[in-house]
């Protein structure tokens, strides 16, 4: 693993690694719809991530958006919304960022998604 950029067109993209689980998947479609451009959305493992004081995005535990504070040769300062902040090495992340005018879609509708048609 190093400090990989992954630029996210369509869901596909996202499927290319392994190391996501289908929740991992769709926090990061999840958290690349709702990012602001100033913003990083990262993947780590649950080891380091079962470290961290930061919120994870969505149902994942493995993933995480925020600001970058401060950037080392490697490392990222995340700050999050409500000011926690920790340190994210890039050694261990995967960072996606969303393609310039991607419309990302998951493959299939969530519970939430059918409202009260139940």
Known sequence: MSDEIVT????????????????????????????????LVVWIPGWLASEKSLEAAGSSEQVFVGTVERETEKAWQLVQDDRTDDWIPKSQGVVFERAPDATLTTPQNRLDEWGEAA
């Open 8 to 39: 996210v067109g369509s869901y596909s993209d996202v499927l290319g690694h392994d190391d996501l689980s289908s929740k991992d998947e769709l926090a990061v479609v999840d958290a690349l719809n709702s990012a602001t451009g100033q913003e």
